[in-house]
């Protein structure tokens, strides 16, 4: 059986409202909730780690309720940077494999999940490939990367826990940061990390254009594709 640790902890600034941004609606539904019913369905998990800051825990609680999300629910508390939220969630799950997922990527089809369960590979993330030229510099242009050979790193990942745990306490020690737990793995470990391909729907809600494109792929990826 599978954990999945689904990150809910994000403030959402740059979404300029009161409310973090998973929490806005979707679709006519709370984001974070096109998430959890979809991981709902899977048959492979069995608890669900939901990490908010403790403020939303109970806005969280009756969101599940209304919408009748039958996995255990456990929650944690968020950590002051993305990286202690996860592994605060890790430290929460029992089984022997999880997948991390944010709750701001609400277009992930239930078997895209499921694709990740089915991978004999440990440690699977999706990536798309980057079509667009990337410079690099501060001000003026130092260089240019190989675009062939970068990817646009997406969630959800699969991991088996003690591997990303073990990469966690490396990082800590070493006083690292990392904005998702491919790189931070990769950094600090000697596992493999699969990559599956993508898609270019697969946004993550950050800025007021993101929620209203957020509405054209719902309706044109999510509905109209089944």
Do not use: W
Request: aromatic residues 10%.
């Amino acid at each position: 059986m599978y954990s999945v640790v689904l990150l809910s902890g994000g403030k959402g600034s740059r979404m300029q409202e009161d409310t973090p941004k998973q929490y806005l609606l979707l679709a006519g539904k709370p984001m974070i909730m096109h998430s959890l019913e979809r991981v709902d369905r899977l048959v492979d998990v069995d608890e669900i780690v939901v990490v908010c800051a403790p403020s939303y825990r109970h806005v969280v609680k009756q969101m599940v309720h209304e919408y009748n999300i039958a996995t255990k629910i456990v929650f944690v508390d968020a950590g002051q940077t993305r990286q202690e939220s996860v592994y605060n969630g890790l430290k929460a799950v029992y089984n022997e494999f999880v997948i991390i997922h944010e709750a701001a990527r609400p277009f992930v089809k239930q078997e895209e999940f499921q694709a990740l369960i089915d991978d004999e590979e440990f440690n699977v993330i999706y990536g798309y490939n980057i079509s667009y030229t990337v410079l690099k510099g501060h001000g003026y242009v130092s260089g240019i990367l190989d675009r062939s050979e970068l990817l646009n790193v997406q969630l959800p990942q699969k991991f088996k826990v003690s591997d990303l745990i073990d990469a966690h306490d490396k990082a800590k020690q070493r006083g690292d940061v990392y904005t998702e737990d491919a790189s931070l793995m990769f950094a600090n470990s000697q596992k493999k990390i699969k990559v599956i391909r993508g898609t270019s729907f697969n946004i993550k809600i950050t800025e007021p254009i993101d929620l209203l494109l957020g509405e054209i792929i719902y309706k044109d990826y999510i509905i109209n594709r089944k």
